[in-house]
């Protein structure tokens, strides 16, 4: 028989295929009543397949009484309730590495078309201010620039890797000194304060919730910041009223407090590139992180070791 799995939101085509192939599948975003619909399947589920976005919280997997496998298709996984997964030994999987190095094309890019207003400059060049008003206002130079990576994990190291590229000087903060030929700083002010633009790679947990607060926007002055990490971990308040000054030369952001609401006061700024969350959102990458789910619930169910299992 069929493992039964609950799913928590939908995925592509592609995906979806293989899945139905191996498991039976209780959808739990297309039910009228989740309530309902989670009471009566829940009993029955012994895997969760869900997305970076959705997590599982504590009440699903209470619902859930012979739970076994939580698989998370995306890297982050700070939405599944890892305390309740943990007080019952269920086993939690993301899906890293797949999607490192086009999180990290997308820091670059970002960084790129905020220093050098290239969303502006399109427009003027397409509404025809080129022609009226002369010249496009001067930007901010990248190459050669300060550049401090908050987060040294797989995203991080390939982004270090592609900003050298530019002649940065790369300074990092994390946990502990790590063998790159870059600066270790154990301070976020201190990384903020010699940095012309900072970029967060972090994991969202308890440790970096609002680590890029007040403090550390005033030490970044004029720099520039670009998360491509979770939302939480820029205190989002704080960074509205330092752009809204000018007290920071100017934000990129991937991810937002409550998105896909974003809060108003983002779209009256000038200085800051909105991005809709779309970090891993290539269609290579997207297969990727799609298959690797699948072999990590494979691999559970046929007791064979899991591919990309989360330690917590």
Known sequence: MKPDVLQMGAYPDWDMGPLEARFVLHKLHEARDPAAFLSEVGPKVRAIATRGDLGASAAIIAACPLLEL?????????????????????????????????????????M????????????????????????????????????????????????GRRLQGFGMQISYLTRSPKPVPWAFVADPVELAWGSDFLFVTALANA???????????AALG??????????????????LDALEAGRIGGAALDVFEGEPAI??????????????????????????????????????????????????
């Open 70 to 110: 939580i698989a998370v298709n995306g890297v982050g996984y700070d939405a599944v309730n890892l305390d309740a997964a943990r007080a019952r030994g269920i086993r939690v999987t993301n899906t890293p590495g797949v999607l490192d190095g086009e999180c990290a094309d997308l820091a670059v890019g970002m």
């Open 112 to 159: 790129i078309a905020l220093a050098r207003g290239m969303v502006g400059g399109e427009a003027w060049a397409r509404g025809g201010d080129w022609a009226r008003k002369g010249p496009y206002p001067l930007q901010r130079r990248v190459w050669g620039q300060r550049a401090g990576i908050l987060g040294l994990g797989r995203i991080g190291m390939e982004l």
């Open 207 to 217: 440790s970096t919730r609002h680590i890029v607060n007040a403090r550390v926007l």
């Open 222 to 239: 004029q720099g520039m910041l670009i998360n491509i990490s979770r939302a939480q971990n820029v205190d989002e308040l704080a960074l």
């Open 263 to 312: 809060n108003p006061r983002f779209a009256a700024l000038g200085n800051v590139l909105l991005q809709p969350h779309v970090g891993s959102a290539t269609v290579e990458t997207r297969v990727a992180m799609g298959k690797l789910m699948l072999d990590n619930l494979v691999a559970h169910f046929e007791g064979r070791a899991l591919v990309t299992e989360v330690v917590f």
